[in-house]
């Protein structure tokens, strides 16, 4: 196993595209650690890069403190596992188990052995006899895992492996991912634009944009504080609500007039705000903090405001209102799939300013909100309606 590190990696192709940019990243021993961002951001650059099957342009990359730059694919000993699975169709899964070993010129019991062992691991023991195309798609996957793990690679590379498979199987594949990586602890990094997956796979995310890698931590440190507004609207589903607006006010007394109303500013906000420079910001609000029906005004930290309903998406445990605020500001807000509401009902919102977020305005606008911002989620009950 090993460490993995990119320090400042470019990589420009020839026909100009810059498909990564500056890359600082360090995969601690063991870990897993899911590379996550838009298609075209340069996730599989990157993993390519470190696989050796592309040239850096400029930069290091380390395996366990050594520079491997110049290193051949074949002895970075790192396996990568495919979307396409990349299975030899006229082998048996037996064979495609065992070839990466059979071409290292290991004995044939040996292999034998080691085919066995992760037959029993993946649980294709009884599928061992049979060829790619008389297999299922998750089947098809565990036999492409199970060639990454017959090798004992030093660290796992995966790109975007489950797309090829239904919700259901993805759901059941990223558990078994999960389960074998705390059996083997081998170093992986995991490439998806699925940020579910990531949330749900990775020990730590490295969340991606045209190249440039914008936050690297914790899951829910991404999700509860997005070091900017590009990462706030990535993770989370549905998005973040953005409204822009203005800082009026002096010192720690300040206001956000936005076409929502004039909200008095929190002393944590209204502390980081001060003292940056641009009067323009962009409030962003996550869909499970908005409340129908909020607590009267009276409350400090409470906004509230008429909104109408222009769509409603029940998912059974809880529904996706979609609302129409003044001038134009649309809004998602998750709520109870019992509320009483309607399309065209125009409905009291509100939030708790506290869960508010500002960032410096434009696509990849810094995070501005205090470091200690409690992300508060409403699970209100809704109130009846008269
Ligand atoms: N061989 C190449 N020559 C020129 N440009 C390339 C080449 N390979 C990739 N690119 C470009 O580099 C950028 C990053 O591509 P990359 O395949 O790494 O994205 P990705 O994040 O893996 O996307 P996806 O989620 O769609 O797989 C893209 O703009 C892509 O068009
Ligand atoms: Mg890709």
């Known amino acids: 196993m090993a460490s993995v590190t990119f320090q400042r990696v470019c990589k420009v192709f020839s026909d ?22 838009p298609s075209g ?3 599989t650059t990157t993993l390519r890069l470190l696989a050796g099957l592309e040239d850096l342009t400029s930069g290091n990359i380390l395996l366990d403190g050594s520079v491997v730059n110049d290193l051949e694919p074949k002895d970075r000993d790192l396996a990568m596992v495919f979307q396409n699975y990349a299975l030899y169709p006229h082998m048996t899964v037996e064979k495609n188990l065992g070839f990466s070993l059979k071409l290292r010129g290991v004995k044939r019991a040996e292999i034998r052995r080691a085919v066995s062992d992760v037959a029993a691991l993946l649980g294709l023991d009884d599928l061992l006899r049979r060829r790619p195309r008389a297999l299922s798609g998750g089947q098809c996957q565990r036999v492409a895992l199970g060639r990454a793990i017959i090798r004992k690679p030093c660290a796992f590379l995966f790109d975007e492996p489950l797309s090829n498979l239904d919700a259901k199987l993805r759901m059941d594949m990223r558990a078994e991912l999960r389960a074998l990586h705390k059996r083997l602890r081998t170093t992986s990094i995991y490439v998806t634009h699925d940020q579910a997956e990531a949330m749900t796979l990775g020990e730590q995310v490295a969340v991606m ?83 129908l029906c909020p607590p009267a005004a009276g409350s400090h930290d409470t906004a509230a ?63 501005l909100s205090p470091a200690h911002a409690n992300p508060l989620i409403n699970y209100l009950p809704p109130r009846p309606i008269p």
């Not at 940019?21 to 961002?37: A, K």
């Not at 936050?215 to 953005?242: S, W």
């Open 16 to 37: 100009g595209t810059t498909a990564v940019s500056e890359l600082d990243l360090h995969v601690e021993d063991g870990r897993f650690v899911v590379l996550l961002g």
């Open 41 to 43: 951001c340069g996730k």
């Open 209 to 291: 944009c045209d190249g440039h890698l914008q936050q690297y931590a914790e899951p829910l440190e991404v999700y509860d504080r997005p070091a900017n507004r590009f990462v706030a609207g990535f993770v989370g589903t549905p998005t973040m609500n953005f409204v822009d607006g203005d800082l009026t006010g002096r010192g720690l007394s300040l206001t956000f007039e936005c076409p929502l109303g004039r909200l008095p500013l929190p002393a944590g906000h209204a502390a980081r705000l001060a003292t940056h420079p641009e009067r323009r910001v962009t409030l962003g609000i996550r869909p499970e903090s908005l409340v």
């Open 305 to 367: 405001f008429p909104a109408t309903v222009r769509m409603i998406e029940p998912l059974g445990d809880r529904c996706y209102m979609h609302l129409d605020a003044e001038q134009d500001v649309s809004l998602v807000a998750a709520a109870d799939p019992h509320q009483q509401f309607v399309v065209g009902d125009v409905v009291p919102l509100g939030f708790d300013i506290r869960a508010a977020h500002f960032f410096e305005t434009g696509p990849v606008g810094r995070n």
